[in-house]
């Protein structure tokens, strides 16, 4: 009885322990799926919640050819308050990613809360007379203006 | 070998029903908040079709070097003076004062109201840009002069 028990009890435990290590990673493996598809959800939320507005007119008067400068007022015209730091913002003037980038609150607020506005300078630009282009893109959310500037 | 095929698959089946509550709460939770983002857009994408701003009236005094703009809310959504934006000469100006129908201290500007805002500009401006909280604009470029 002996000789077929043992093996029998050897046989059940190590079944339970296979078992237990299948359930095991395939917990493991779940939990880190459902924690990803949580932030993935809570990303799409945030960009859905995400919208600007560039309400600068396009005029010449938004490129400054003395200083180099282009000057856009932002508004807020989502549900989320943004940092107002030129990291939030990624500047393509005229096909060229800019760096030289300055983000200020100009409503009074501390904070770009929804309906505010920010001034977004973007300086050492070399800009000649005719049609340009600048895309903002912020948390997923792109804007394209256009301006002309003339000689 | 009987016991250890029906504890295996005991064992199994609870780590597949701790794994698919883990699943579908993450799941439930994620949809579930991207599905209020949606709705909350499809609401403000409503508002901004029903918004309607006109820049009627801009007046420059000389006497005074003060600006009166006059806008009027030409639509049906009640927007909000704080949240409205006035760009003169294409920068950005803080008002000195608000007005909406005699009323200096309100925030709502109702559908048919004139909302009248007050700046010290110094010189006559050539343009201004009236931009609604959610983002309607209108412009005007007839800056009226008085004495």
């Known amino acids: 009885m002996a000789d077929v028990s043992v093996p029998s009890l050897i046989l059940f435990i190590a079944s339970i322990v296979i078992a237990a290590g299948v359930a095991g990673v395939l917990i493991d493996t779940v939990t880190g799926i459902s924690g990803a598809l949580d932030d993935r959800g809570a990303d799409v939320a945030e960009n859905i919640r995400t919208d600007i507005e560039v309400i600068s007119d396009s005029e010449s008067s938004v490129y400054d050819a003395g200083s180099d400068t282009l000057t856009l007022y932002v508004k807020n015209t989502g549900r989320r308050t943004i940092p107002a730091v030129n990291e939030s913002f990624d500047v393509i003037v005229d096909a060229q990613y800019r760096t030289n980038v300055s983000v200020t609150i100009v409503d009074g607020s501390a904070e770009w809360t929804p309906h505010g506005v920010v001034e977004v300078r973007v300086g050492g630009l070399n800009l000649g007379a005719g049609d340009h282009r600048v895309r903002l893109a912020v948390s997923g959310d792109e804007e394209t203006f256009r301006f002309t500037t003339e000689q | ?147």
Not at chain 2, 67 to 95: A, C, F, I, K
Request: glycine share 8%; hydrophobic share 40%.
């Open chain 2, 1 to 147: 070998m009987g016991f250890g095929v029906s504890g295996s698959t005991a064992v199994v089946f609870l780590g597949v029903l701790i794994a698919s509550g883990t699943l579908y709460t993450a799941a439930a939770g994620s949809a579930e908040r991207v599905s209020e983002a949606h709705d909350a857009e499809s609401e403000e994408l409503l508002d901004r079709r029903n918004t309607v701003i006109e820049a009627a009236e801009v007046v420059y005094d000389n006497s005074s070097g003060t600006l009166n703009v006059t806008v009027t809310n030409n639509g049906t959504t009640t927007l909000s003076v704080e949240d409205t934006s006035l760009l003169v000469d294409n920068e950005y100006v803080l008002p000195n004062g608000t007005t909406v129908d005699g009323d200096t201290a309100t925030d709502v500007w109702a559908p048919d109201q004139r909302l009248v805002f007050t700046v010290d500009t110094g010189t006559k401006p050539d343009r201004v840009k009236v931009v609604a909280g959610n983002g309607v604009a209108a412009s005007n470029t007839t800056v009226a002069e008085v004495n």
